[in-house]
């Protein structure tokens, strides 16, 4: 049963404009939520978070919003650039656990 | 800064071959995890070890064994390799402060053909 869910594999938007993609969540314990950004032949790396105390984080061009009513959780990246494309996955994190989704790749058209 | 060095990066194996996937940190973390990254599948955990000497089962642990075998080193061992096992395995650590919150930090991973 997958607890962490990115219902869109991909995602294509033009240089400049905004990328937001999602990301939805069964489990209510979960109590902090990351965003991981993965190219080819690299680890994830890390790149923004929020605890479940909160609503939005932002950290210059990304933002993540978290709707806890809904179970859902979103990343908005303004403006889109051409190196941004890339898989990002969501993940969150349970007692010592974190889960990922199965992530969703971005290619920014330039 | 080294981070998180998984050893090897590549690896080809026989069906039912033995082999250990290593992995250290040099962050003092306190917490380490192994995943693996399946296409359309994201990243499964396999096991996670929440501090020095306790190990713990995740999403998907058949046909795995791990060993802490101190704060830096998180191994990971398959005793009899399958092609199901063909997969890029990464290994993370986390400082697990649950108060401020703590990502996790990732190798580069390796990748694993069962054949």
């Known amino acids: 049963d997958q607890q962490v869910k990115q219902n869109s594999p991909s995602l294509s938007v033009q240089e400049g404009r905004i990328s937001i993609l999602n990301c939805d969540y069964t489990n209510s314990m979960f109590d902090y939520f990351l965003w991981y950004k993965k190219y080819p032949a690299e680890g994830p790396t890390f790149l923004i978070s929020i605890s479940s105390i909160k609503d939005k984080n932002e950290d210059g061009r990304f933002t993540v919003f978290l709707n806890k009513s809904a179970k859902h959780l979103s990343l908005h990246i303004v403006p889109s650039q051409p190196g941004d494309s890339a898989v990002y996955f969501c993940a969150a994190r349970g007692t010592y656990k974190y889960i990922f989704g199965t992530g969703t790749r971005l290619k920014v058209l330039a | 800064n080294a981070g998180v060095t998984q050893t090897p990066k590549f690896q080809v194996l026989k069906t039912g071959q033995s082999m250990t996937l290593q992995c250290a940190q040099d962050?003092?973390?306190?917490?380490m995890y192994w995943y693996r990254q399946d296409p359309g599948m994201g990243l499964r955990l396999i096991y996670y070890?929440?501090?020095?000497?306790?190990?713990d089962k995740g999403e998907v642990p058949n046909g795995y064994n791990v060993s802490r075998l101190n704060k830096r080193e998180f191994s990971l061992r398959l005793e009899s390799a399958a092609p199901s096992q063909t997969s890029v395995y990464f290994c993370a650590s986390s400082r697990m402060d649950r108060g401020l919150g703590s990502p996790l930090h990732f190798g580069n991973g390796t990748r694993l053909t069962v054949t």
């Open positions: 962050m003092n973390h306190n917490s």
């Open positions: 070890s929440a501090s020095e000497g306790t190990t």
